[in-house]
């Protein structure tokens, strides 16, 4: 009865390898978020998706993508991940933004050697 | 934009006693306060939150209390366990926003 899935949940990549990472949902939730976070900091909002609609946080690198093809699924795409990618990927989905309750996937641990 | 300051970053509890974390806010329009526990490795989990339109609200036994007009708010945990030892992360966020705004954590260590 998961209700936020991520895959994998470990992840080995290569410097400058592009790799993608990827979160489904069964809440049926409008929104989709990612989060990176490194060393117990808190989590860091990358970006999220109001249904179609793409929000980039403005201190997002470029190198960092994301593709929602339908409200299940939403993807990661890191283009050339560099050693300071290195960390836990956490998407999350509320039913609408503002004040909703935001539930987390379990997170992808990605390793850049 | 929103800022959240979290106090303490590290408590260390014996079992049974009470654990105080605190946590400022600077948006006054910010009107919903989750708080969330992460085990290590693990997801950031949901365990209690408070909507601006109320002072206080349990669940067993944890509590949660806010201050509007200090703009502070506070997680209790009584009769602490070591199952209670993981890092707890406050948030913050308005109805006409589009994210939560994180606390910087406190590692919780609840000793046997």
């Known amino acids: 009865d998961a209700m936020v899935i991520q895959n994998p949940r470990y992840q080995v990549t290569q410097f400058g390898k592009p790799v993608t990472l990827s979160c489904s949902q069964t809440?049926?939730?409008?929104?989709m978020y990612w989060y990176q976070q490194k060393s117990s900091q808190a989590p860091k909002l990358l970006f999220h998706y109001y249904d179609k609609d793409f929000n980039n946080e403005a201190d997002t690198p470029d190198n960092f993508q994301s593709r929602r093809p339908n409200t299940s699924f939403c993807f990661l795409d890191i283009r050339s991940p560099g050693l300071g990618d290195a960390a836990m990927y956490l998407c999350?989905?509320?039913?609408?933004?503002?004040?909703?309750?935001?539930?987390f996937g379990p997170g992808t641990r990605l390793l850049v050697l | 934009g929103e800022n959240v300051e979290q106090h303490p970053s590290t408590l260390s509890v014996q079992e049974g006693d009470s654990a105080v974390i605190k946590c400022t806010y600077s948006d006054s329009a910010s009107n919903y306060f989750p708080w969330y526990k992460q085990e290590l490795g693990k997801r950031p989990q949901l365990i209690i939150d408070?909507?601006?339109?109320?002072g206080e609200k349990k669940d067993q036994r944890i509590a949660v209390t806010l201050n509007k007009t200090a703009k502070h708010f506070s997680l209790h945990i009584t009769e602490t366990q070591p199952e209670d030892s993981a890092v707890y992360f406050c948030?913050?966020?308005?109805?006409?926003?589009?994210?939560?705004?994180f606390g910087g954590g406190t590692r919780v260590l609840v000793k046997p």
């Open positions: 999350a989905t509320s039913r609408d933004r503002g004040t909703e309750t935001q539930y």
């Open positions: 809440l049926n939730h409008n929104v």
């Open positions: 408070i909507r601006s339109n109320v």
């Open positions: 948030a913050a966020s308005k109805a006409a926003g589009n994210k939560l705004t």
